[in-house]
């Protein structure tokens, strides 16, 4: 059993500051890496209903010839015809195609609708990209497609990323799928068209985007296992973009190895992105995501923040990880000075990455951003000085994460997204249990950079002695949903990634 490579943080520090002052990105020290190409282990299905397999199931029975790949297909298209009317979850499903043979061969994903997808339209819920069709796929879509992967629609989206899906003029689309006569119960953050698919069981597994949560918290409102990687783990190339140092692409899946299997395959090295190159390679993430009979593969301190387990769920989910053979619970400080260094006026440095893009449009038309335009607006006068020192402050909190948090632990239990998205640092949500009135509950893991393994192994050990990752949502009964509706513009600057 090879341990987690490990990765110099004094060069990912210097990497992440590099990047944040726009100079040449110094590549990252690391010990040998394992190889990325392992297979999807074969999996016996758990459930008859096609709908219910996992990826690594419905894999297994393709490779097996007990599975015809349009079979599967027609399943998830029955479900969309028959549910989406409710959900919301896609602005556009894709036509069928033949999908080649790989290790995704045949399977059903969804694909959040910021990522480029040659010959369909990729619009990003946005008055600014109406009639778009891209000429070339995005760096993570080709990645999936040569795998086999069948890309069953585009999915609803918060207007160029920035809160739960809405239109453009912020009407209120997607809900969640655990509540979906209840437009006013969150459906998590901008990936929530992705999440509500896969939850109600209309796609296998998809992608989605990370700025301020938008992987993790739809995947702790909607049962699912979410893995946001270390920046560079996946190219942005061909994503439309929102912040050039805090954006990540990564999957939404139903457990750690589907999300495994994923991230194995959209990862790595891309010429067209800078973000990508000079890093380690990506290691063998199904084999971190394969339980261990009793125990942790890696032995591994679990940093646990103050005040963590005062909610019983949470004290639950460390009571569970205690009981695992190699897992240490140690409790860990905040790093000093976390209230100023991860605030909203220290988080809102971000906003000038995501006006720079977009300035020819907001000097002609403001209408076009819609009800998100005051972000834009925000970053367009935001001062020089402000952003630089927002990206030293960031390189400090940075710092003392890395020393003063890892430290003492290799993994911490998160109470939100912030700080690990703003610094580039990979985290893993998974399911934790659910509130009386049957929604669910999640955690986050934070991990050091390019950990993604160790975040994995840990849920794959979680999820070997609980069943939360299994339980699916009941089908919408009504054929449609009350008026969900609408954020204004003043709402959205609140709630925005």
């Given at each position: ?181 209840r437009p006013e119960v969150d459906p998590g953050g901008s990936s929530t068209g992705t999440a509500t698919a896969v939850a109600g069981r209309m796609a296998a597994g998809g992608t ?165 335009v005051l972000g834009w607006l925000q970053g367009a006068l935001l001062g020089a000085n402000e952003y630089l020192i927002g990206q030293r402050a960031k390189t400090l909190l940075l ?10 632990c290799d993994v911490v239990v998160q109470t939100g997204p912030v700080p690990f998205d703003i610094l580039g640092l990979p985290e893993l949500a998974l399911p934790i249990g659910f ?63």
């Open positions: 059993m090879t341990e987690p490579q490990r990765v110099d943080r004094r060069a990912f520090l210097a990497r992440t500051a590099a990047l944040g002052a726009g100079a040449a990105l110094p590549a990252i020290a690391s010990a040998t890496p394992v190889s990325a190409t392992t297979a999807p282990p074969d999996v016996e299905p758990r459930s008859r209903d096609l709908t219910e397999l996992t990826i690594a199931e419905a894999a297994t029975l393709i490779r097996r010839g007990r599975l015809d790949p349009n079979d599967l297909l027609a399943a998830y298209r029955a479900r969309i015809d028959r549910f989406d009317g409710v959900y919301q979850a896609f602005n556009h499903v894709a036509e069928t195609q033949r999908p080649k043979r790989g290790v995704l061969h045949g399977i059903p994903l969804a694909i959040k609708d910021n990522y480029f997808t040659a010959g369909i339209p990729t619009t990003v819920n946005s008055f600014l990209f109406e009639g778009f069709t891209p000429p070339y796929d995005a760096t993570a879509v080709a990645r999936l497609r040569a795998a086999g992967a069948v890309l069953v629609g585009k999915t609803q989206m918060g207007p160029l990323a920035t809160t739960r899906a809405t239109t453009p003029d912020g009407r209120i689309t997607t809900v969640n799928a655990w509540a979906p006569n989605g985007t990370q700025t301020g949560g938008s992987i993790t918290a739809p995947s702790n409102a909607q049962n699912l296992t979410g893995l946001k990687p270390t920046m560079g783990r996946v190219s942005l190339h061909g994503i439309v973009p929102l912040s050039y140092t805090r954006d990540h692409p990564g999957p939404l899946a139903r457990d750690a190895m589907d999300a495994a299997i994923l991230l194995s395959t959209m990862a790595g090295a891309d010429p067209a992105d800078p973000r990508t190159q000079g890093l380690p390679r990506v290691p063998d993430l199904v084999t971190a995501a394969t339980p261990v009979r009793g125990r942790l593969r890696w032995p591994t301190r679990i940093g646990v923040l103050p005040g963590y387990t005062a909610d019983p769920f949470r004290k639950s989910f460390i009571d569970t990880l205690a009981n695992v053979r190699g897992v240490t619970i140690v409790e860990v400080p905040l790093p000093e000075e976390w209230d100023p260094l991860t605030g909203g006026a220290f988080n809102n440095v971000r906003l000038p990455e995501r006006s720079e893009p977009f300035l020819p449009y907001l000097a002609t038309d403001l209408r076009k951003f819609g009800v998100s710092e003392r994460v890395l020393t003063d948090t890892f430290g003492r509130t009386a009135d049957g929604l669910p509950v999640g955690a986050i893991l934070g991990g050091q950079p390019f950990a993604e393994d160790r975040l994995l192994s840990i849920a794959a050990a979680y999820q070997a002695v609980t069943d939360w990752h299994h339980r699916r949502p009941a089908d919408p009964t009504g054929a449609t949903i009350r008026a969900a509706g609408r954020l204004t513009a003043e709402q959205v600057a609140q709630t925005m990634q």
